[in-house]
């Protein structure tokens, strides 16, 4: 088992619409979970960092977090072109971060 | 300058050359790291430095050597590379245990011919 799983896509959605990204993980002992962005040939950039069970806002971006489950989720409503990137979900596993392989999301005009 | 920089931004060397990557962060964060990204997998952490001492080495092969002289510089030294070490190496910083997530550094693109 893959220590954080992400659906590779491509996720396809058309402008305007809620964009909906997922992540399990396996290790229950983490306590923190982050969603960052890389656009093609760029590094990763932190976008939202999520700590508790339930939901957090920033912008048009909701990160939720269900520990029970181990599944964390990103939601961008209102998806742009500009969002079209892939999607790294990362957990902070024994004091380090493990890194999903991505999901790639398209945003169509 | 701010943030995490990272030189060169691109390098084309030959196999048997030998070449070194530098990253810098100006963050006052205490903790560094080297990932590898190459196409359609995770990024492979391969170095952890934690208070300028190596904490973590993933079974990375000998041609890549670390040097962490200070919180701030990291250093890897590459030599006698293979076709397959050709990807995206990125510089992360953090402070202590991440809690608060890695920054990263743009990335060098090492071509290995």
């Known amino acids: 088992q893959k220590e954080v799983e992400q659906n590779s896509g491509p996720l396809s959605v058309p402008e305007g619409a809620i964009a909906s990204l997922n992540c399990t993980y396996s290790d229950r002992g983490s306590q923190s979970f982050f969603w960052y962005r890389q656009y093609s040939g760029k590094s990763p950039e932190l976008i939202m960092s999520i700590y508790s069970n339930g939901d957090k806002e920033d912008g048009r971006f909701t990160a939720q977090l269900n520990k029970a489950s181990q599944y964390v989720s990103l939601l961008i409503r209102d998806s742009q072109p500009s969002d079209s990137a892939t999607y790294l979900c990362a957990v902070n596993s024994f004091q380090k971060l493990v890194f999903g392989t991505g999901t790639r999301l398209l945003v169509s005009p | ?113």
Do not use: I
């Open chain 2, 1 to 113: 300058e701010t943030g995490v920089t990272q030189t060169p931004r691109h390098l084309v060397m030959g196999m048997t050359n030998k070449k070194s990557l530098k990253c810098e962060q100006h963050l006052g964060h205490n903790a560094m790291y080297w990932y590898k990204q190459s196409a359609k997998k995770p990024l492979e952490l391969m170095f952890v430095y934690s208070l300028e001492e190596r904490v973590e080495n993933n079974s990375v092969p000998s041609r890549f050597s670390p040097e962490c002289p200070n919180s701030s510089h990291l250093f890897l030294h590459l030599h006698t590379l293979q076709p397959e070490d050709s990807a995206l190496y990125l510089c992360a910083s953090s402070q202590a245990k991440g809690d608060y997530g890695y920054t990263f550094g743009s990335g060098t693109r090492l071509t290995v011919v």
